[in-house]
């Protein structure tokens, strides 16, 4: 059974960075695309970033420049740096496996994810 847990959020000024961690466990993060996805204001969730199983990775257009995602195969791990972080990046942030293809965005918006975490709220203040 596949397990996600989410570390890391809190409150970050606007402007100011905050890291997020995915503890995996169940599969491996080489196993499946990995995503973080967030809840949108009036319902469902955004793809933000997805990690293929080669580690091409593909960020939402709202984030591209700003925030990082990256996968650690041997702590079976992802993460997500925020920087440069705005009030509407303020919200509940979820890794995520997709298991169908393609492993992007788009999919993971559009398509699905099938695995999700607890999530970890992040909260602008200005």
């Known amino acids: 059974q596949v397990h996600l847990a989410e570390s890391g959020g809190g409150s970050v000024q606007a402007g100011g960075s905050l890291r997020l961690s995915c503890a995996v466990s169940?599969?491996?993060?080489?196993?499946?695309?990995m995503a973080w996805v967030r809840q949108k204001p009036m319902g469902g969730l955004d793809g933000v970033a997805t990690?293929?199983?080669?580690?091409?990775?593909d960020y939402a257009e709202a984030v591209r420049g700003r925030f990082t995602a990256y996968k650690d195969s041997k702590k079976n791990m992802i993460y997500l740096e925020m920087e440069r972080v705005k009030p509407d990046d303020g919200t509940t942030y979820y890794c995520?496996?997709?298991?169908?293809?393609?492993?992007?965005?788009?999919?993971?918006?559009?398509?699905?994810?099938?695995?999700w975490g607890k999530g970890a709220l992040v909260t602008i203040s200005s």
């Open positions: 995520a496996t997709r298991h169908r293809r393609p492993c992007s965005v788009e999919a993971a918006t559009l398509y699905g994810i099938n695995d």
């Open positions: 169940g599969t491996t993060v080489d196993s499946y695309c």
């Open positions: 990690i293929d199983i080669d580690g091409s990775i």
